[in-house]
């Protein structure tokens, strides 16, 4: 049981929905693990009152800062004052530090997370040929990661073709080698990694966000997804014998980099305690 008394530090998670986000029970277990007086707790906040509720928490001098979920990562940018990290590049933030002047300083996490997520899992995306399904504020962050860590090839699709084309006019912009160009919702043979970066799949009666009727029998299939934590769509992987990766591994490899960034954690802690 976290201790909460007059000196602990509070970190606000801002998503809507927000019952699926796995956060406080990682966070606070990290807090707990390195005796670290603080607690994250939820807000569900529909999008229409996310200025208000940051202009108004601003304020708050014990408030470390937030950790920003669906469907506020796009929108939240532009409350912060300054952009640290691959925010620079992306974007979006999944995380707002509260300065001591009342200010936001943002950053983007997600990407770096999955990627260390799928490394720690024995996949090493250098060379693969992947298709992303989504381009909103994680599927931006991931789409970034993955050049970075030197994917051959990146098919993107969205909903929103006009979200899409903006990730692929940046990634193009990178000149990283990696062939970048406009997916369908349709999984090839050739692709290695499947990517759910969509809301799709939240709930069990959601449609399939990618078709894997021609997957390769070798690819990995991952959803960004936390809860439920095997989606319609690992459902269906794994029926077909292919190799599943859940959304659990993304926050697990981002939260103590998150904590560093927010100041309760240092970097030395952070480097010699990986997950």
Known sequence: MTRIDGETQVVAILGDPIAQAKSPELFNALFARHGINAVLVPFHVAPEWLGSVLDGISGIRNLAGVVVTVPHKVAALVFAARLAGPALQTGAVNCLRREMNGEWTGSMFDGTGFVQGLRSQGCEPYGKRVLLAGAGGAGTAVGHA????????????????????????????????????????????????????????????????????????HAVVADLIMKPAETRLLGEAKARGLITHPGRHLLEHSIEAIAGFLNLLSALEVRENPL
Do not use: K, Q, Y
Not at 165 to 186: H, M, S
């Open 146 to 217: 993955l050049v970075e860590a030197g994917i051959a090839s990146l098919d993107i699709f969205d909903m929103n073709t006009a979200s899409a084309a903006r990730l692929i006019d940046a990634l193009r912009l990178r000149r990283t080698g990696a062939v970048i160009g406009e997916g369908c919702a349709n999984a090839r043979a050739l692709h290695d990694l499947i990517i759910n970066a969509t809301s799709c799949g939240m709930r069990m009666d959601d449609p399939l966000p990618v078709d894997l009727s021609a997957a390769n029998n």
